[in-house]
């Protein structure tokens, strides 16, 4: 049989919890930032790498200096990355002149642009005895000997030096 039991039950106060909602709060913290600028980084590398043109820029001669104005131009090995537009590409080997050229980048994938410098002129010094020859270089008369650090053309020429009985 059950047992009985004849406690009586107390009556207690009973207050229900009131609960709060918090609304919404941001505390800075550097690793944000950090996050943020990384994140700004990555996309904006993307979209550069994305966007980009392989441009493949041939001097000749090989030995050239190559420096690319007006714009970005990351170098990967051989080739650059550009966007489309218009740059100037700068040229300088010793013994050639200096260069400066347009480099127009189209919408090709891949792109080649070919350049040839041009060498510097030679310097002739031309002496003669007896003194006042007539120097003519290619048929050009240049002017009495002795003639000193005379500019001429790169290649073959024809000097030739005469005077009057002679």
Request: contains cysteine; aromatic residues 10%; charged residues 25%.
């Amino acid at each position: 049989m059950s047992e009985r039991h004849d406690d009586e039950i107390e009556v207690i106060d009973f207050e229900p919890v009131t609960e709060t909602k918090r609304g919404f709060s941001y505390r800075f913290r550097w690793l944000h930032v950090f996050v943020a600028c990384f994140g700004a980084a990555a996309l904006i590398s993307a979209w550069f790498v994305l966007t980009a043109k392989s441009v493949l820029v041939e001097v000749n001669p090989i030995t050239a200096q190559i420096k690319i104005d007006n714009g970005f131009a990351l170098r990967v090995g051989a080739r650059y990355l550009m966007r489309t537009g218009e740059y100037t590409v700068a040229l300088s080997n010793p013994g050639f002149h200096d260069e400066i050229a347009p480099l127009v980048i189209n919408d090709d994938a891949a792109q080649t642009h070919s350049y040839d410098m041009r060498k510097l002129p030679g310097i002739v010094s031309i002496n003669a005895l007896p003194d006042g020859g007539r120097v003519r270089i290619d048929g050009v008369d240049v002017g009495d000997a002795p003639l000193i650090d005379i500019d001429v053309e790169p290649g073959a020429h024809e000097i030739s030096v005469t005077r009057e009985r002679y």
